[in-house]
């Protein structure tokens, strides 16, 4: 019986530019476990962001087979596949991705809105996670009207909102000064304790540290897990 919640085998990647092909990955095996927290490291170009949206269903391989809970999804339509992000997979990016004229709750609503909850209850649902967050006294602010940290809570808010079985966070601590990061880090940590799968992509080894796999990728391939 397969217990990954999502796998990876033989996987590779390859961009064309024009006539030209670039090998993103090079055949990646790969096994996230149900409660695992894994960072994948690398520097820029060694493939992990490639990977990270892979695993999180926003691209698709060249060749290789994706698995979601046992099931291969590598060749579902984007419909299918939106609707399997949508439900089963938070993300959180470097940039916050936050909509500027939307505030905070209703930045943090908008899953719900795409999933068909009703008005009512996709409101309390984000009220909820927002005060989870420490945000109760924030959520009717737009992003312009918040720090750096507030925002990336604000977009962790987003990924919890669905209750997913995956939380993607790639370089989440990228945009934010040290003390804010390890801030951030501790919130990863706290939701992975609760038995959250989190993949988190960075470059910075002392964000890698709280992860309880690492794994390190050079030109396409993971050459090292520790």
């Known amino acids: 019986m397969n217990s990954a919640l999502v796998e990876l ?46 695993l999180g269903l926003l691209d698709r391989p060249t060749s290789g087979q994706v ?27 470097q940039m916050f991705n936050l909509i500027p004229n939307l505030t905070a709750l209703e930045n943090v609503e908008l899953p719900l809105v795409f999933l068909g909850v009703p008005a009512r209850k996709r409101r309390k649902r984000a009220e909820e996670v927002l005060a989870r967050l420490g945000l109760s006294e924030r959520m ?49 940590s706290g939701l992975n304790r609760e038995g959250r799968t989190v993949v988190l992509a960075t470059h910075d080894p002392e964000a890698a540290e709280v992860a309880k796999v690492r794994l390190r990728l050079r030109d396409g391939l993971i050459v090292e897990v520790f």
């Open 140 to 188: 009717h602010h737009r992003p312009t009207q918040l720090s750096g940290g507030q925002q990336q809570r604000v977009a962790l808010a987003r990924a919890l909102v669905t209750d997913p079985a995956l939380i993607i966070a790639d370089e989440p601590t990228g945009n934010l000064d040290s003390a804010t990061g390890r801030e951030i880090l501790g919130l990863f």
């Open 9 to 54: 085998q033989r996987v590779t990647k390859i961009y064309r530019l024009g006539e030209v092909e670039v090998p993103a990955l090079r055949g990646v095996d790969l096994r996230v476990e149900p409660g695992h927290f894994l960072a994948l490291m690398g520097p820029s170009g060694s493939g992990k962001s490639t990977l990270l949206h892979i």
């Open 67 to 93: 698995l979601w809970n046992g099931h291969d999804v590598s060749k579902l339509n984007g419909k299918k596949l939106a609707e399997l992000r949508g439900r089963h997979i938070g993300f959180v990016f």
